[in-house]
């Protein structure tokens, strides 16, 4: 059985109870004549410990530790002579007993409430970085997405799959793939599951889910490309139309946004990263992207039709929030020249697709729609795109094989969270993130 408490744990339990419990050296300082005040962490919670003087050597012992160094700790919970009203400090304080050095800390970089204001200088040190209890929450969130995410699909008849992430041929497109040696031969690291949750309802298993990393060799220094990321794709058979997809991702987005408000750390992580309401309706709007188009030229913009620019995207996502009052939409029906070589056009008027782009805050978050599956028509449009078969036979051999109608979509995990929470740039989202600068020489 486990004895020791955590720091949030102590605030449930009574006045006058003998504890034992870990935490860091936050910062220490003398308080009175008689008193030395210990300020203790351990993830997202502090608690004031109480050192008499009486105890002059532990009291000596103590003040040489570096901040950050690991204790355990033995007390009597005591009332503060002042309510404390904080998220992350204890409601009580701790008359110290007794304290064994569990492990000493060298001196810390920064003090884990003062990080640097730099990203590159924070995330040198983003260990201490990650012991912020905004970021303890922030990671407590990510994990609650992630599990909506599995919770959903797997209520929704998905069966969860893991896809090869070598792989033969580049999906998305030829220059964002990081090329490896395979013993010889040429590899690539999968930029998306794509191709193999195809083959997946190929192989008629229906409904399919995975929770991966996704590799883009992007040189893109911006605040929403990682050249890792953690991809949340879904690929199911359709009955009727790719808007079943949709009525899936929806699902899971408004456990994600109901779920997620509704926990302590979004309190937590506010005081670190202040973010607006988010607004989203019980119906969910679904714009044409020929409306959208409409809405930026009325707004004077030039919007060009074919695809929508990132200042462009976030001015829409303005101008829907105050037409509909909504942070969250789907931009449906993109043109075909903006999509890959395996979206289903509109057989109506093939300058469109049956794809589409969610957005928060403006900010895209998914791509998804209906794949070709016809093999001759695939074949077609992979000749006009200059794509070679080669490396793609066990992908084609799937058409070949009578793939049903299909559709599906992928979204960075990331990207939910940061345009969610309004944390500005990814790279907060991510625990170790890999952007064009990481790794040394
Ligand atoms: P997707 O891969 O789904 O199309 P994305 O968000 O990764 O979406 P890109 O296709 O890479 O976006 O690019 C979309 C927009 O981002 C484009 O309008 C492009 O101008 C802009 N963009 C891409 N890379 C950069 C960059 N390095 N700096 C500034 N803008 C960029
Ligand atoms: P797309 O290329 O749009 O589509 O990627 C899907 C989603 O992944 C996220 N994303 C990224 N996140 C962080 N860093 C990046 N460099 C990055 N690039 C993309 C975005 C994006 O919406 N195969 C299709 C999906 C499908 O149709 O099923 C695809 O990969 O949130």
Not at 57 to 83: D, H
Not at 130 to 155: C, G, W, Y
Not at 177 to 204: E, I
Not at 242 to 247: D, G, L, Q, R
């Amino acid at each position: 059985p486990y004895e020791l408490n955590t720091i949030a744990e102590l605030d449930t339990l009574p006045i006058g109870t003998e504890v034992n419990f870990r935490g860091r050296i936050h910062t220490q300082r003398q308080l009175s004549k008689a008193l030395d005040f210990l300020l203790l962490r351990d993830q997202t919670y502090s608690i004031q410990g109480v050192l008499s003087r009486e105890n002059m050597e532990m009291v000596q012992w103590v003040q040489k530790l570096p901040a950050e160094s690991l204790l355990q700790i033995n007390g009597v919970l005591k009332a503060p002579p002042e309510p404390v009203r904080s998220a992350t400090v204890s409601n009580v304080e701790i008359d110290i007993h007794g304290l064994w050095l569990v492990n000493p800390a060298q001196s810390a970089p920064f003090s884990v409430y003062r990080p640097p204001e730099a990203m590159r200088n924070r995330m040198s040190s983003r260990i201490l970085d990650l012991r912020h209890p905004a970021n303890q929450a922030l990671f407590r969130i990510r994990s609650m997405v992630a599990r909506q995410f599995r919770d959903t699909l797997e209520k929704e008849g998905f069966l969860e799959i893991q896809t090869p992430k070598l792989q033969p041929a580049a999906t998305e497109s030829g220059a964002s793939v990081f090329k490896v040696n395979y013993f010889g031969r040429k590899a690539f690291l999968a930029q998306s599951p794509q191709l193999a949750k195809q083959m997946s309802v190929s192989a008629d298993f229906g409904r399919v889910y995975e929770i991966g990393p996704v590799f883009r060799a992007e040189n893109s220094n911006t605040h929403r490309h990682l050249t890792e990321y953690t991809g949340l794709d879904i690929e199911m058979a359709i009955e009727h139309d790719y808007h079943e997809v949709i009525a899936v991702l929806d699902i899971f987005l408004k456990n994600v946004f109901k779920t997620v408000y509704e926990m302590p750390e979004v309190e937590v992580l506010k005081k670190r990263w202040p973010s607006s309401e988010f607004k989203y309706l019980d119906e969910t709007l679904i714009l044409d992207f020929r409306d959208g188009l409409q809405m930026l030229r009325d707004d004077g913009r030039e919007a060009p039709e074919e695809d929508l620019s990132t200042s462009d995207e976030i001015r829409l996502g303005e101008l829907v929030r105050e037409k509909y009052n909504t942070d969250y939409y789907v931009l449906d029906r993109f043109p075909t020249n903006a999509r890959p070589f395996y979206t289903h056009k509109d057989p109506e008027d093939p300058r469109w697709t049956r794809s589409f782009d969610i957005f928060i805050r403006g900010q895209e978050i998914c791509s998804g729609g209906q794949r070709i599956h016809d093999a001759a028509e695939l074949r077609a449009n992979m000749a006009a795109a200059g794509i070679a078969e080669e490396g793609m036979e066990e992908y084609m051999a799937g058409f070949d094989l009578g793939a049903p109608p299909h559709a599906g979509a992928g979204l960075g995990l990331e990207r939910i969270v940061t345009w969610m929470l309004e944390l500005g740039d990814v790279r907060n989202a991510s625990l170790f993130y890999r952007d064009p600068k990481s790794l040394p020489d």
